[in-house]
């Protein structure tokens, strides 16, 4: 193996750039404006994009529309459409109603800029990097507070709209304290990473779930009414109790306790129903943990 000599330049070939790999889609990154950095992918369905909440891409500023704006794919290409916006949606700063998008495109929805990049760009590996590394927790995997928030803010704008069921849970580990104190911190970080995996064995494909504290996550349960998400948070709360756990030297149980909420004319938004469950997952430790209970 030859040595590397500091001082010397060396010729190399031309590269090709990174791999395109299939998994990589489509999507509008805002880069200017409120809402900096948020991001959303275009895939089967037309994303919409204004201040409600319901919006795929939600840009809480009063120079955006309530729906200012749609995105989709068709044939291979990709489109937008202004829906009738007070401030227009401009394409590289030209006012449109209905154009093609190219990579690199930038669209102005009222004070904020948006770039388009297609799911052939060289730099969407990277934006799909950063997207995962701003809204996901690197421990667990799970959607982070701010990110989980925020989804379940326009999933219930969208279940208010069309009176879907719509229920809430708080997850927390048993003596988690515990577990820190006696094993030290690594084992319990390798703890709540087994849990989560245990977790998403699961969950449904529509479950969304955050890491919302410490030792606390947050389940939104799409389409299910009371009855049924009792029974769908015991088969998790039973699923952790019988997982194997590692590092071996973890000589006890470990249990999680759950307090549930469900979306009614009573606890239409997220802090009712965060408040609801809150108070539920204080009585399911306060009745001996290792259960789910249910708040009104």
């Given at each position: 193996?030859?040595?590397?000599?500091?001082?010397?330049?060396?010729?190399?070939?031309?590269?090709?750039?990174?791999?395109?790999?299939?998994?990589?889609?489509?999507?509008?990154?805002?880069?200017?404006?409120?809402?900096?950095?948020?991001?959303?992918?275009?895939?089967?369905?037309?994303?919409?994009?204004?201040?409600?909440?319901?919006?795929?891409?939600?840009?809480?500023?009063?120079?955006?529309?309530?729906?200012?704006?749609?995105?989709?794919?068709?044939?291979?290409?990709?489109?937008?459409?202004?829906?009738?916006?007070?401030?227009?949606?401009?394409?590289?700063?030209?006012?449109?109603?209905?154009?093609?998008?190219?990579?690199?495109?930038?669209?102005?929805?009222?004070?904020?800029?948006?770039?388009?990049?297609?799911?052939a760009s060289v730099?969407?590996?990277?934006?799909?990097?950063?997207?995962?590394?701003?809204?996901?927790?690197?421990l667990t995997g799970?959607?982070?507070?701010?990110?989980?928030?925020?989804?379940?803010?326009?999933?219930?704008?969208?279940?208010?709209?069309?009176d879907a069921a719509?229920?809430?849970?708080?997850?927390?580990?048993?003596?988690?304290?515990?577990?820190?104190?006696?094993?030290?911190?690594?084992?319990?970080?390798?703890?709540?990473?087994?849990?989560?995996?245990?977790?998403?064995?699961?969950?449904?494909?529509?479950?969304?779930?955050?890491?919302?504290?410490?030792?606390?996550?947050?389940?939104?349960?799409?389409?299910?009414?009371?009855?049924?998400?009792?029974?769908?948070?015991?088969?998790?709360?039973?699923?952790?109790?019988?997982?194997?756990?590692?590092?071996?030297?973890?000589?006890?149980?470990?249990?999680?306790?759950?307090?549930?909420?469900?979306?009614?004319?009573?606890?239409?938004?997220?802090?009712?129903?965060?408040?609801?469950?809150?108070?539920?997952?204080?009585?399911?430790?306060?009745?001996?943990?290792?259960?789910?209970?249910?708040?009104?």
């Amino acid at each position: 193996m030859s040595k590397f000599d500091p001082d010397t330049t060396q010729r190399t070939l031309l590269s090709a750039g990174p791999d395109k790999p299939g998994s990589l889609v489509a999507c509008v990154v805002v880069i200017h404006g409120a809402g900096l950095g948020k991001r959303v992918d275009i895939r089967d369905t037309p994303v919409v994009i204004g201040r409600e909440h319901e919006s795929d891409l939600h840009i809480l500023h009063p120079s955006v529309s309530r729906r200012h704006c749609e995105i989709w794919a068709e044939n291979g290409r990709y489109r937008v459409r202004d829906l009738g916006s007070t401030n227009a949606t401009r394409l590289n700063d030209r006012v449109v109603g209905v154009a093609d998008l190219a990579d690199g495109d930038h669209l102005t929805v009222g004070e904020s800029i948006l770039k388009f990049i297609s799911d052939a760009s060289v730099e969407a590996r990277y934006h799909e990097e950063v997207h995962q590394l701003a809204s996901h927790d690197g421990l667990t995997g799970f959607y982070n507070r701010r990110q989980f928030v925020e989804l379940v803010d326009r999933e219930l704008a969208r279940a208010a709209r069309t009176d879907a069921a719509m229920a809430f849970a708080i997850l927390d580990v048993d003596l988690f304290k515990r577990i820190n104190d006696t094993h030290g911190h690594p084992v319990g970080d390798q703890v709540l990473k087994q849990i989560a995996a245990t977790v998403r064995t699961v969950l449904r494909p529509q479950d969304i779930a955050g890491r919302i504290g410490g030792e606390e996550f947050g389940l939104l349960l799409p389409d299910l009414e009371r009855e049924a998400a009792l029974v769908h948070m015991q088969q998790i709360r039973e699923a952790v109790a019988a997982a194997t756990w590692s590092p071996a030297l973890i000589g006890e149980p470990i249990t999680i306790s759950i307090g549930l909420a469900v979306r009614d004319t009573q606890h239409p938004d997220r802090a009712n129903l965060m408040r609801v469950a809150d108070h539920a997952l204080y009585r399911a430790k306060q009745e001996g943990r290792n259960r789910v209970l249910c708040g009104n």
